[in-house]
Structure formats: C-alpha cells, structure tokens
C-alpha cells in the first residue's frame, strides 16, 4: 500500500499534473490521481513514454482518476460520457494509473430498491465494459450514513458486500472503493474486512469520526484527518487491507473545514501528509 494524493480532498490546488506530482511530494505522498483526459492530451503531444517519465523521474505512482462519467443524469448526457471514456481508461492505463471510481447514493427520490437495482446495473454494465476494454477496473462506493440513506424515500445499497453483489452483476472488473469512514457509519467490523479478496478493493480512503456523536447521528461531511480522534479504527481497518494482500493506494478524504484555515497549500499538504505517515506507522505499514 502507497499514500495517495487527491489535492482537491484537502483543499489543495493542483491545475496540471506537473502541480499534482510537485504537491504529493511537498505531502511526502507516493501517489497521486490523475485528469485522464489531460493526460491523453499529453500523451497526444509527447508520447506515453514521455508521460510515464513525468511521474517515475518524480518518484510519483499515478494512481487513479474519478469515473468521467455523468451516469446519474438524462440518458443523453450518460450516452455522451460513455463516448469520450475510451480515450480517457486507454490513457490512464497507459501510464499505469487504471483505477477509477465513483460513488453511489444510498437512497433514491423516485425509485424502489429493484428499481433502482436495474437502473445502476444498466448504467455501470457499458460502463465497466469500456474500462475493461481498455485494462482499467472500477470502484463503487457504499455510503453509510444512517443520516445519508434517510434523507430520500426509497433506501437503497449502504453495506459493503450489497455492493460487491451488485459489482459482481455488472463485471468482473468491478469492487469497491472502500472509505473507512462509510465502512464505520455502516456499521461495518474487521471480520468483514477479513472476508475480501484484494482484487475486490479498487481504491481506498481514510479518514475519522468527531467523538462525542452516536453512530446514527454522523453526518457525512462532517469528518476528521486520518486517526486524528481514534473514532474510527484505522489500524484494524489499514492492518486487515495489509493481511488480505490489498497494495493499492490509500487517499485522504477527511471534508475537514480547517484544512482552509491553513496559511497555503504547503501547510494543508504537510499537515495531511504527517497524518498519513502516523497511521501508516500505527498499522506497521512503513
């Protein structure tokens, strides 16, 4: 396992890879996400050996990019998305950085469960399709929050392993990208953790809960850096993702409002940083 950089999760700025690679390293990350569309426009202009070089000569790993795909809206504009995502997994695939993401609301306005079962389904299939095509793999995230699900009327996914079934309905390129924070809230424990195989975890985050708030009550904007309260068990959580032989990226997400008090990026990045070198360290990662 590397950590990873996501700058606009830490409210760093970063308008080009070149920043992006510059701010991991400021943080002391060993990752970093990557625009694939920026990418397959560099590697139009210099060549993917070019681009690679940016990254190894910068002892940066690209790591992953969020899905470029508006699939929760009108059928057009997802039609639209699965057009231009070729360009964008052959690109990232093509510097090693085949990973991506998104993630799934845990209720619904207008659909019931098996409703809105088939909808996702027939979303993520040309979807997943596309990405394996062009030897890329994609992350669902549960989100747990009880606050979360009952905000709609129709409840939908909020569990780990309904998430894995419906992965396993959509490709054999599908998992999960696995937040600590959404593992938490839904209650989740290190014995399932236990239960995964490493290809089934696509991407992870970390973060903490605040103290002091019942498990019902979370609010899923409302976080901590990486094993700043001890809420959340990040070690059992990062030791298990170790024993189950998961070497993936680990990224920060912590929605921290102080992180903008912070005098510049430099400081966000080191204070993030340090986080993530102390819980590697309390899991026996480095």
Known sequence: ??????????????NSAQEAIQAARIGGFGGVEINPFEIADLIDKDGVS??????TEAGIQPAAF???????????TWKQGLE???????????????????????CSDTRPLEENLAFHIERFTPIAQILADNGCELGLEFLGPKTLREMLPHPFLYKMFDMLE???????????L?????????????????????EQVTYVHVNDAPKGVAMDDHIDNVRGLPGETGVIDIVGFLGTLKKIGYTGAVTPEPFKNELKELPDDTARLKTVGDTMTRIFQLAGLE
Request: one cysteine or more; charged letters at 25%.
């Open 1 to 14: 396992m590397y950590k990873c950089l996501s700058p606009g999760a830490i409210n760093v700025s970063a």
């Open 84 to 106: 231009k995502l070729p360009r964008a997994a052959k690109a990232a695939n093509a510097i090693g950085a085949g990973r991506t993401f998104t993630w799934i609301l845990s």
């Open 166 to 176: 419906l992965g396993e309905k959509i490709g054999d390129n599908v998992g999960i």
């Open 178 to 198: 696995l937040d600590c924070w959404h593992w938490h809230t839904s209650e989740g424990t290190v014995a399932d953790l236990e239960k995964l195989r490493p």
């Open 66 to 76: 969020g899905l470029p795909v508006e699939w929760r809206k009108d059928e057009e």
């Open 50 to 55: 070019a681009v690679r070089a940016l990254y």
